[in-house]
């Protein structure tokens, strides 16, 4: 809280940005309707841009679904997903019942596996680049509460980058794109709150108003804080306190519904000479017009808006009472203002409806007017919210006829210009000054010369004429002297030329010793190449040598250690074969106590049970011998299952001793035991004991292993008997009877058969919990 407060006291300090053009006549708009149809006002130009303006200022829009949250999925057994996407068509499928659909066309598709980046890339890129290009642009999320908008647009994603929204990746953009030296960038962050414009950076400018150019028709929003951005980290700030600051309440439909609709306004301004709006110096560019001789720069004025509208809702579904329902009141008002405007813009009605609502009025540029626009709608997969998905669909489908005019708008900046010639006035004015100074110091300075040189010359021709007369006198004398002289001067000339002579001599003799020595140097050098040559080649052939036995080493190397790994790998797989032996004989021995175990009951039970003994024993000793278990003969089975129909209240029967028949590999044995399980099943009192004892296990195993119709059938009547109690019917479900089923009943063609699956299917499906687990299942 300490920090918020801090950078919301550093945003009042800051200065404020005033993004209005400074007036009419100042700016020039380049537009992309065809010529016949654009006016140029005065003091402007107009660009011609060859695009369509059919296909370059329709708005765009794309679908994104929701993935399926915990209420869809606890209610998909009543109500099944309404939506099938066509990607890679760009179609929609909207499902009213199972036999009637319609398709619709969007821009774009997106699945609920869609990641954040390709929607900002598809959605949001395409107007980002339009507004560094100096176009106006908007990027709007519409859909009913709960599908996903505000994380759409407006996800910080602090745990997970990948997660973040349109807002900060449009920002990161921007600034990526940009200069501070040759662009300024500044937001605005609002929220329409029950008709009020409120400022979410500043709390305390509450119901700030809308004005309008009367010229040129803009909105703007002289009471809201405009502020630089500096960096990235800078607006992530910025944007959680204004997240901080936005309504948000509980509902049945969304935890953390949205109670207001987010604006975000980002000012985008380019600068075309020489110096930004601080003096600082920037990139060089043609970006000017010639004016009276002069340069007049000019500035690109661009803005981009990031509408996060708040959910429409339904009283009913939602829930809201008290203040709640009274914001619900004016967001559904709201929208449904823009969605008659965007009616009367797609139905190319003359009176669009702009005025009933503020946010129409925020929004006037973005539909019908001259911003690049595309709109995201959110909706969620169940059936259960057709109604809100058909109304969004359609809501998309008419603003995809909608068809705005960009324009380009451009102004001349001309108080830099003005600036910089009062700057270069102050320079020439103070050059003329300088100027004007040094040629009265010159003048000073020639005078003073003048006057040296002519006392200089006056004492000068004083002196001439006194050493003129000297010279006179001296000139005989001189003349003597001169003729001496001269002799004296030919005598040593005579000798010089002669000491030249033999310095000639003495340089041909030199010249003649330092080629031999120079032939000598070069011979010695010849010899010491090839001497050099010669040790080159020995280095080498040793060498390759060290290096031949280097890689019979490494491969040596390599073969040892291919030995020790398959020498480890052997190690490996003996423990391994090891630890199998030893599970196997784990194994064996537990089998062998249990049928001890097995053999001492079938001892106890030979008083009462006198006729299933001889076969007990026999089957015991031949599975103690190692051969497979044969339990009981088809013939005294056939006498117990006699026995079973003939039980009065007080016989038991041994249900271990049965259920162990069911393992057996005796197939009319089987048949038997089935039979008897089967009549035992249909009483309530024997179902818990026949599942505690393993028996419901043995049924499902003798529908997956065996091939017997009369073991299918019987199992499956066992099974159906089991099937009637709920407690049952889980355990089935999980155990994967349904499916068993399933497989004996596309296998056999027998009706019997069949009519025993479908009692089992009918029996599992007996009520509303076991339903939804044999689904899922």
Not at 204 to 223: A, C, M, R
Not at 282 to 294: C, D, K, L, S, V
Not at 339 to 363: V, Y
Not at 755 to 773: D, P
């Amino acid at each position: 809280m300490a920090s918020s407060s801090a950078l919301r006291a550093s945003l009042r300090s800051e200065k404020q940005i005033t993004v209005r053009s400074s007036g009419a006549g100042h700016g020039t708009i380049r537009s992309k309707l065809p010529p016949s149809k654009r006016s140029v006002a005065a003091g402007s130009r107009v660009h011609i841009n060859e695009d369509d303006a059919a296909n370059s200022g329709r708005v765009r829009v794309a679908v994104r679904l929701r993935p399926r949250n915990t209420e869809d999925l606890a209610s998909e057994a009543d109500f099944a997903d309404c939506v099938e996407l066509q990607p890679e068509l760009k179609r929609l499928k909207l499902r009213k019942n199972n036999w009637s659909s319609e398709s619709f066309k969007f821009d774009e598709v997106f699945t609920e596996s869609a990641s954040q980046r390709r929607v900002y890339e598809v959605v949001a890129k395409p107007v980002v680049e339009s507004v560094l290009d100096g176009y106006n642009g908007t990027v709007m999320a519409y859909g009913q509460t709960g599908t996903g908008k505000t994380y759409t647009v407006g996800q910080l994603g602090k745990d997970d980058p990948s997660e973040r929204g349109i807002m900060v990746r449009a920002l990161e953009e921007i600034l990526a794109s940009t200069s501070p030296t040759t662009h300024m960038v500044s937001i605005s962050y609002l929220q329409l709150y029950l008709e009020s414009v409120q400022d979410l950076l500043v709390p305390e400018n509450n119901d700030i108003p809308i004005t309008e150019d009367p010229k040129s028709g803009e909105v703007f929003l002289s009471g809201a804080e405009v502020v630089r951005i500096r960096g990235v980290n800078h607006f992530l700030q910025l944007l959680e306190i204004g997240e901080g600051n936005r309504h948000a309440a509980n509902t049945n439909l969304n935890t953390e519904s949205s109670r207001s609709h987010a604006i975000l306004m980002v000012y985008v301004q380019k600068y075309g000479n020489g110096k930004g709006k601080d003096g600082s110096p920037e990139i060089e560019n043609h970006m000017r017009i010639e004016t009276a001789g002069n340069s007049v720069p000019i500035v690109l004025r661009s803005k981009l808006l990031i509408v996060d509208l708040a959910g429409s809702e339904r009283i009913d579904k939602t829930g809201s009472e008290g203040h709640a329902l009274e914001e619900a009141k004016f967001i559904n008002l709201s929208l449904s203002s823009l969605g008659k405007c965007i009616n009367a813009l797609a139905e190319n009605s003359p009176h669009i409806p702009t005025r009933d609502s503020k946010l129409t009025r925020l929004l006037r540029g973005s539909f019908g007017g001259s911003a690049r626009t595309s709109l995201i709608i959110t909706i969620g997969p169940s059936a259960l919210h057709l109604a809100e998905a058909t109304s969004t669909i359609m809501f998309g489908q008419r603003a995809m006829k909608i068809v705005n005019i960009l324009k380009l708008k451009e102004e001349f900046d001309y108080e830099s210009m003005c600036r910089k010639l009062e700057h270069q006035v102050d320079s020439l004015t103070a050059e003329i000054e300088r100027q004007s100074k040094l040629r009265e110091n010159e003048k000073q300075e020639t005078k003073k010369m003048i006057e040296n040189c002519e006392n200089k010359f006056a004492e000068a021709e004083r002196n001439f004429t006194a050493k003129y007369e000297q010279q006179q006198l001296e000139s005989c004398t001189y003349q003597k002297v001169l003729s001496d002289t001269t002799q004296m001067y030919e005598s040593k000339i005579t000798e010089l030329m002669e000491l030249i002579k033999y310095e000639n001599e003495r340089y041909d003799s030199m010249q003649e010793e330092l080629d031999a020595t120079k032939k000598l140097l070069t011979d010695y050098q010849r010899l010491l190449q090839i001497e050099e040559q010669k040790q080159m080649i020995e280095l080498e052939t040793k060498l390759e040598e060290v290096h031949q036995l280097h890689e019979k080493a490494v491969n040596k190397l390599n073969l040892l250690k291919e030995e020790k790994e398959e020498l480890l790998s052997g190690m490996t797989l003996l423990s391994e074969e090891l630890h199998t032996v030893k599970e196997k004989l784990s194994n064996e021995e537990k089998k062998r106590n249990c049928l001890e175990d097995e053999l001492s009951k079938w001892k106890k039970l030979a008083s009462e049970k006198s006729f299933y003994l001889e076969d007990k024993k026999s089957s015991i000793k031949d599975e103690l011998g190692g051969a497979m278990p044969k339990l009981v003969s088809p013939k005294s089975l056939h006498k117990a299952h006699e026995s079973m129909k003939n039980l009065s209240f007080g016989q038991k029967v041994d249900l271990s001793m049965l259920l162990a028949s069911l393992r057996s590999t005796n197939e009319d044995v089987q048949i038997h035991a089935l039979k008897v399980v089967a009549n035992l099943a249909a009483e309530d009192s024997n179902q818990e004991k026949i599942v505690e004892g393993g028996g419901l296990d043995s049924l499902l195993m003798l529908l997956e292993s065996s091939q017997n119709t009369t073991i299918h059938r019987v199992a499956s009547g066992a099974i159906a008997n089991l099937a009637m109690n709920e407690m049952n019917q889980g355990l089935i479900v999980s155990k994967r009877g349904i499916r068993l089923l399933a497989n004996i009943a596309s296998r056999t063609d027998d009706p019997q058969t069949l009519r025993m699956v479908a009692g089992a299917v009918a029996n599992l499906c007996g009520n509303a919990k076991s339903w939804r687990r044999l689904l899922e299942g």
